[in-house]
């Protein structure tokens, strides 16, 4: 079922993930491991919460979704973007074109070590226009792009 898209909140930072991050927790453990994107959430919500900043966090499973979501940052107030596009990274220029327009800095996050698998994921049409690429860390690496985006973002602190 595909619902209506809701707007984008106001937020300092977004969280985005693409396709089938929903499944986090129950899919593939042995690569994605066992934390829910809920769980990945929460913890980063209660960590910006003890800054002045707001966090936004969005999941969509559609390219154009996440087009939509990406181009609203800018009129939102978004700063900082985290975004782990999954399979679109591999194969989306409307989402490079996207994250292009905004000129928003963004870390592209990537809970599997993608080096190490087929060579099909190997390629990014992101990689060349994030500030940083997270990847192989599991779920840890949200809260290193985190990091990141807090220490790039001091000064609005
Ligand atoms: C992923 C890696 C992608 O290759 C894959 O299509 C995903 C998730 C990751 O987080 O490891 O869906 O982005």
Excluded: W
Excluded at 32 to 43: D, F, N, P, V
Excluded at 81 to 88: E, G, Q, R, V
Excluded at 120 to 145: I, P, Q
């Amino acid at each position: 079922m595909h619902a209506e898209l809701k707007a984008l909140e106001p937020c300092d930072i977004l969280l985005l993930n693409g396709p089938n991050l929903n499944l986090l927790g129950t899919r593939e453990p042995s690569l994605y491991g066992s934390e829910t994107l809920q769980t990945i959430e929460s913890r980063l919500f209660a960590r910006v919460a003890e800054t002045s900043l707001r966090l936004g966090c969005r999941q969509s499973n559609f390219e154009g979704e996440l087009v939509t979501l990406i181009q609203q940052t800018k009129t939102v107030g978004v700063k900082f973007l985290l975004l782990n596009a999954a399979a679109y990274t591999h194969t989306s220029i409307a989402i490079r074109d996207a994250v292009s327009a905004i000129n928003i800095p963004f870390v592209e996050i990537h809970v599997s070590n993608v080096y190490k698998r087929e060579p099909f994921r190997h390629h990014s049409y992101l990689s060349d226009k994030a500030e940083a690429v997270v990847c192989g860390l599991g779920g840890m690496g949200y809260d290193v792009a985190l990091d990141f985006a807090l220490e790039n973002l001091k000064g609005d602190l």
